[in-house]
Each structure stands twice: as structure tokens, then as C-alpha cells.
């Protein structure tokens, strides 16, 4: 969603804020400006359009054109008027010197713009951030922040701000609640951002700003008060993402680049967590009396992250014998949950700042849940915000459909399974030294399949014109269908759907025909002559089957399907791990063969931090 970058200090600023947004192009947009203090003229100049970063940047010449060491940055995704250059972000109050851009909802934007209008301000957008700029020059009696404190006791909603006035170009003010924002530091000089990435050139420095926080950014550092406007000491920690990370390195895309990185993502993540035989945590723990006491498990969580939820349930369940339920960040508040001091929440996420996801966390906080999250981004707002964290340790993700972030979050939440049962004792030693050593082969076989992409684009090219694929699976598998179907559809706009198998008959079979594509998931062997059955139920109906099954299983598969994926065996705990490889590669040519703008599909956002 809407990225932020601000610079103040000793060099050009328009360079380095346009390059700070390229940086977070990948989280979605659909507009971008800067705002930069003109010493010359004493004014703001701003400068906004619609499309592409690249639209402005050429119109700037890469920010050449500004002669200012002072400025504020925004991509912008939609949410209040539609996509265009009066829309975008800086907006500016009706004198044009004061300039805001905005990351998030300001939920009563339409009473405060009613008050203003009455007092005679002129609006020219339809966003719900004019009314902040409007709002902040309205109380502005010369001093800035007095202005923008009394601005935040009006505002409701969620937001992260980066502000500047033509009155005190010698600082940016930065504000944050319910919307991520960094403060990063530098001998350049100081800097905001949305996230890490936008500053990883100039700095590693950063802190990380805490809901009601307000800060004041000036060449030669960086003051931080709360709520309350006392001055509050901020923690300044060094990120170790390299820049390269973040960068495509020669790959034609972003999520190719991920797909592939995904066996060293899941060494990463898993290898320190085996020593000597054992599952060892040493960033978490849960008391023996908690656990003990544990009556229900919820996994919270959106979109692939969800679908994470959907195998683990599987795995916890069978592992642990503890009932868990899984449930949608977005439902999460609505469904009156059943938690208490007895349940563990298990909340997942790459970005960390999902909104819906957040709010889901702060609901099961209130009701005396123990949270443990699962999360990708060190310092997000999720991380902070739980008892505990577990980091997946993936690296940046920077195309929107994930991949090593899915992975290492299943790698680790199975991890997680054997770990609570073996403190149970609800797993045999056996049992629990073979999950163990698949957990070791899972890079090696993660790498073979990846070796054989060729033939998976083979695969892709037969059946990339299909307007409708259906996925079906049970079990591991069905839970296996969600994630392979939101991959196709997010990045390559076919319509899909995920079905567990036996539903077919209940109603979907009706929407097979001749040529029906239907992708059969058949890696779970314990249901494999199950999933053979429904191969020759929609075959029956004129169905093309594209399964995907293991290399056991493979021969059997082959007699009845017409085209056929083979993952190596493994144990089942790590089927999904190994299955969702190959899915991702499908929906990944796919998209190649039908031209889409595959690291930034339509509509979509790497960060949803709005309802
Ligand atoms: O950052 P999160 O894991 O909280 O994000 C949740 C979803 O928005 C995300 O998984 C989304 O579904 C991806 N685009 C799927 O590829």
C-alpha cells in the first residue's frame, strides 16, 4: 500500500527520495509525488503523477531538477478518490505551504471537512489527507508541531504522516499510529520511510516508531516524543538485510528471484533450530505450566499466510491432539472468538503489518490470549505487538505474491508442531527423529525440484489460455489447493478455485465440462487412491487433469491423468513444503505467457494496512 520516504540532511533530496520509492514500489500503488522545501523561493514545490514512479521521475529527471536538501515522497494506492495527479500525495494545504503525505485512513475525515468547508477552506481533492495539511494549517500559529498535536487529538483512524512547512524547512515532523513507520539515521542525515528497504542504501540505522508517536527530523538527528509530547529515548537498532536482497540481481522478476531462493531461505530459517538432535528455540518458549494448560489453538492470519494456517492446523492437530481453529484476520473480531488465558494465538505474517491481521491480534490480546506470531520483517508492528515472535528469517520479499515467505512460515510453524508435541510427549521418538531428518533433506529436495522447472513451464505453456482452472485436494492437499490457486489467479488473473475433493460432488462437478482444467493434488499418500478416484471423476466429465503427485506415486498417476508433477517423497509432515514449489512455478510461467506485470498484478499490494 502507500509507501512514505522523507529526507532531511546534507545532500540533493529528490534523488534520494525517488529512489526510496522505487524501493517500494513493490508494495503497490498507482501514483507517486515529492514535495521538496525551494530555498530560493521560499516555497514548497510539488510534483505528482499518475502511473508509474517512472512517469515523475523522467518529468524531475531523476530529481535533478530540485534544489533542495529537504522533502517528502509517497506512492499512493487509492482508497479515498480515484487514482490521479490531483489525488496523489504530497497534499497541500489551501496556502500551499504546508505538505503532507499519508499511509492509511483517517476514518472521520468527512465531519472534520465539513467543519473546515464552513469555516471557508477550500478543498481541491477527494482524499481523506487534505483535511490533515487543511486541518494542521488552520491551527498553525507558527509553531509546527503545537499545530500537528492538535491536529492528532482530532483525527481518528489509522495513519503514518510525513509533514513539511514552507515555515520551518529546517525539519520534516513524522507521526505514526496503526501504520508502520522507521526513523533512520545517517551521517547524510535523517530519514522516515515505510520500510527498511526505501533507506538500505544510506543506512542501516533505524528505529522503529511506536503507535502515538510523534517525531521531529532535522539534519543533525532525530527527536521522538509520545502521546503526550514527552520526549521519549528511542532504541536504535542495525538491520542486517543487505541491499542485494533487495534487488533482482539479474532475474527477470522479483518473485522468480524468490522462488528460487527459497531452499537457502529455508536453511536459514530451520538450521539453527535443529542442534544436536533436538528442536531448540532459543528466541521463544513457552512455560511447561502454559502448555500444559493449553486448551485451543487459533491461527490468525490473511491470504497465503492463512493458507500457512490451513496446513498447520493439519499438522498441530495430529501432532499435538489440541483442537485448532483458523480463522481469517479479517473475521477474526466478528466471530465473538472463544479465547482465553488457556489459548494460544498463533498469528502470522510476512509483512507484519497487515491491518486486518493486527486487529485480529489485539482482539485475542484482550480476551487474555497467550500471541505468538510468525513474522517475516524484524520490528513490524505485529512482532512488537506479541508476547513472542518467531522470525521466519526469509530475507526481504519484494514481489507481491509470496513465495519464500509462504515457505519458511510453513517450514517453521511445522517446526513449531513437533516442537509443542514433542513437549507434550504426544509424539514417539521414532516418529519424531523422522520428521527431524526430513526437516534436513527439505532444502536438498526443495533445490531438486527446482532443477526440473523445465519441464513445469512445459506444463504452463499447455494450458496457460484456460479462462478457469480448479485445484482439488484433501487434507494436506486441499490446504495445499488454496495456496497453488491464489498464486495462479494473483498473478496471472485466471479465474481458480480450491476445492476439497470430496465437495465436488455437492455441487462444483456441475462446472465441468470438456477442457475443464482441473490441477489434482495427490501428494498425501495416506489419501492417494482417494485423489485417484476424483482424477477419474472429472476425467469422466471431460476434465484435462494436471496433477501433481510424488515420485512413489508417480507410475499410478500417470495411467490416468493427462499430464503429470512429481515432487520427490518425503515425509508427510513437509509434503506441502515440497508441493507448493512446483505450484508457484505453474502460476509463475503462466503469467509470463500471458504478459502480466508479475511482480506488480493489478489491485494488489504487498502490505495491506488498510480494512
Ligand atoms: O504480510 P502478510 O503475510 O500479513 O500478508 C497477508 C496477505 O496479504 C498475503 O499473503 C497475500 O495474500 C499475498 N499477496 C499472497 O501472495
Known amino acids: 500500500m502507500c509507501g512514505i520516504v522523507g529526507f532531511i540532511g546534507n545532500e540533493q533530496a529528490a534523488p534520494i527520495l525517488l529512489e526510496g520509492l522505487s524501493r517500494l514500489e513493490y508494495r503497490g500503488y498507482d501514483s507517486a509525488g515529492v514535495a521538496v522545501f525551494d530555498g530560493e523561493t521560499g516555497t514548497l514545490a510539488v510534483h505528482k503523477a499518475k502511473g508509474r514512479l517512472q512517469v515523475l521521475s523522467d518529468q524531475l529527471h531523476g530529481g535533478a531538477d530540485l534544489n533542495s536538501t529537504v522533502g517528502v515522497g509517497h506512492t499512493r494506492w487509492a482508497t479515498h478518490g480515484a487514482p490521479s495527479d490531483v489525488n496523489s500525495h504530497p497534499q497541500v494545504s489551501r496556502s500551499g505551504r504546508i505538505a503532507v503525505v499519508h499511509n492509511g485512513i483517517i476514518e472521520?475525515?468527512?465531519?472534520?471537512?465539513?467543519?473546515?468547508?464552513?469555516?471557508?477552506?477550500?478543498?481541491?481533492?477527494?482524499?481523506?489527507?487534505?483535511?490533515?495539511?487543511?486541518?494542521?494549517?488552520?491551527?498553525?500559529?507558527?509553531?509546527?508541531?503545537?499545530?500537528?498535536?492538535?491536529?492528532?487529538?482530532?483525527?481518528?483512524?489509522?495513519?503514518?504522516?510525513?509533514?513539511?512547512?514552507?515555515?520551518?524547512?529546517?525539519?520534516?515532523?513524522?507521526?505514526?499510529?496503526?501504520?508502520?513507520?522507521?526513523?533512520?539515521?545517517?551521517?547524510?542525515?535523517?530519514?522516515?520511510?515505510?520500510?527498511?528497504?526505501?533507506?538500505?542504501?544510506?543506512?542501516?540505522?533505524?528505529?522503529?516508531?511506536?503507535?502515538?508517536?510523534?517525531?521531529?527530523?532535522?539534519?543533525?538527528?532525530?527527536?521522538?516524543?509520545?502521546?503526550?509530547?514527552?520526549?521519549?529515548?528511542?532504541?536504535?537498532?542495525?538491520?542486517?538485510?543487505?541491499?542485494?536482497?533487495?534487488?533482482?540481481?539479474?532475474?527477470?522478476?522479483?518473485?522468480?528471484?524468490?522462488?528460487?531462493?527459497?531452499?537457502?531461505?529455508?536453511?536459514?530459517?530451520?538450521?539453527?533450530?535443529?542442534?544436536?538432535?533436538?528442536?531448540?528455540?532459543?528466541?521463544?518458549?513457552?512455560?511447561?505450566?502454559?502448555?500444559?494448560?493449553?486448551?485451543?489453538?487459533?491461527?490468525?492470519?490473511?491470504?497465503?499466510?492463512?493458507?500457512?494456517?490451513?496446513?498447520?492446523?493439519?499438522?498441530?492437530?495430529?501432532?499435538?491432539?489440541?483442537?485448532?481453529?483458523?480463522?481469517?484476520?479479517?473475521?477474526?473480531?466478528?466471530?465473538?472468538?472463544?479465547?482465553?488465558?488457556?489459548?494460544?494465538?498463533?498469528?502470522?505474517?510476512?509483512?507484519?503489518?497487515?491491518?486486518?491481521?493486527?486487529?485480529?491480534?489485539?482482539?485475542?490480546?484482550?480476551?487474555?490470549?497467550?500471541?505468538?506470531?510468525?513474522?517475516?520483517?524484524?520490528?513490524?508492528?505485529?512482532?512488537?505487538?506479541?508476547?513472542?515472535?518467531?522470525?521466519?528469517?526469509?530475507?526481504?520479499?519484494?514481489?507481491?505474491?509470496?513465495?519464500?515467505?509462504?515457505?519458511?512460515?510453513?517450514?517453521?510453524?511445522?517446526?513449531?508442531?513437533?516442537?509443542?508435541?514433542?513437549?507434550?510427549?504426544?509424539?514417539?521418538?521414532?516418529d519424531y527423529r523422522a520428521m527431524l531428518s526430513a526437516f534436513q533433506e527439505l532444502p536438498g529436495k526443495m533445490e531438486e525440484v527446482l532443477s526440473h522447472r523445465d519441464s513445469i513451464q512445459y506444463f504452463a505453456a499447455q494450458y496457460f489460455n484456460h479462462n478457469s482452472i480448479f485445484f482439488i485436494g484433501r487434507n494436506l492437499d486441499y490446504a495445499l489447493g488454496l495456496e497453488g490457486s491464489l498464486k495462479l489467479k494473483e498473478i496471472s488473473y485466471i479465474h481458480s478455485e480450491a476445492y476439497a475433493s470430496g465437495e465436488l460432488k455437492h455441487g462444483t462437478i456441475s462446472l465441468i465440462e470438456d477442457g475443464t482444467l482441473v490441477v489434482a493434488l495427490g501428494t498425501y499418500g495416506t489419501l492417494f487412491a482417494k485423489a485417484m478416484s476424483n482424477v477419474v471423476e472429472v476425467k469422466a466429465r471431460g476434465a484435462d487433469v494436471l496433477a501433481l503427485t510424488t515420485a512413489n506415486h508417480r507410475e499410478e498417476m500417470s495411467h490416468t491423468a493427462d499430464a503429470v508433477m512429481v515432487i520427490p517423497d518425503i515425509h508427510d509432515l513437509l509434503l506441502p513444503s515440497l508441493g507448493v514449489v512446483p505450484l508457484q512455478l505453474f502460476a509463475y510461467y503462466v503469467a509470463l505467457m500471458r504478459g502480466c506485470d508479475i511482480d506488480k498484478p493489478r489491485n494488489l499490494a504487498k502490505s495491506v494496512t488498510v480494512e
Not at 332 to 351: A, K, W
Open 108 to 430: 472521520n475525515y468527512a465531519e472534520l471537512k465539513a467543519f473546515l468547508v464552513a469555516q471557508g477552506v477550500p478543498f481541491t481533492s477527494e482524499t481523506d489527507t487534505e483535511v490533515v495539511a487543511q486541518l494542521i494549517e488552520y491551527f498553525y500559529e507558527g509553531d509546527l508541531l503545537a499545530a500537528v498535536s492538535r491536529v492528532l487529538h482530532r483525527i481518528e483512524g489509522a495513519y503514518a504522516l510525513g509533514i513539511l512547512c514552507a515555515d520551518c524547512p529546517e525539519q520534516i515532523i513524522a507521526v505514526r499510529k496503526d501504520g508502520p513507520l522507521i526513523l533512520g539515521y545517517s551521517q547524510e542525515g535523517s530519514f522516515i520511510a515505510s520500510d527498511v528497504t526505501a533507506i538500505l542504501r544510506h543506512t542501516r540505522q533505524v528505529s522503529y516508531m511506536e503507535d502515538g508517536e510523534v517525531a521531529v527530523l532535522t539534519r543533525d538527528g532525530i527527536r521522538c516524543y509520545n502521546r503526550l509530547m514527552q520526549p521519549v529515548e528511542k532504541e536504535i537498532v542495525t538491520v542486517d538485510w543487505e541491499i542485494n536482497d533487495a534487488e533482482k540481481g539479474g532475474y527477470e522478476h522479483f518473485m522468480f528471484k524468490e522462488i528460487m531462493e527459497q531452499p537457502d531461505a529455508i536453511r536459514r530459517c530451520i538450521s539453527p533450530r535443529i542442534r544436536e538432535g533436538e528442536v531448540v528455540f532459543e528466541d521463544f518458549s513457552l512455560s511447561e505450566n502454559f502448555i500444559k494448560a493449553m486448551r485451543r489453538i487459533y491461527i490468525v492470519a490473511c491470504g497465503s499466510s492463512y493458507h500457512v494456517g490451513m496446513v498447520g492446523k493439519y499438522h498441530l492437530e495430529r501432532l499435538t491432539r489440541i483442537p485448532v481453529e483458523v480463522a481469517l484476520g479479517s473475521e477474526f473480531r466478528y466471530m465473538d472468538p472463544i479465547v482465553d488465558e488457556n489459548t494460544l494465538v498463533i498469528v502470522i505474517s510476512q509483512s507484519g503489518e497487515t491491518l486486518d491481521t493486527m486487529a485480529a491480534l489485539r482482539e485475542a490480546r484482550r480476551l487474555g490470549g497467550h500471541i505468538l506470531s510468525i513474522v517475516n520483517v524484524v520490528g513490524s508492528s505485529i512482532a512488537r505487538e506479541s508476547d513472542q515472535v518467531l522470525y521466519t528469517w526469509a530475507g526481504p520479499e519484494i514481489a507481491v505474491a509470496t513465495t519464500k515467505a509462504y515457505s519458511t512460515q510453513l517450514a517453521l510453524l511445522s517446526l513449531l508442531s513437533l516442537w509443542l508435541a514433542r513437549q507434550l510427549n504426544t509424539v514417539p521418538e521414532k
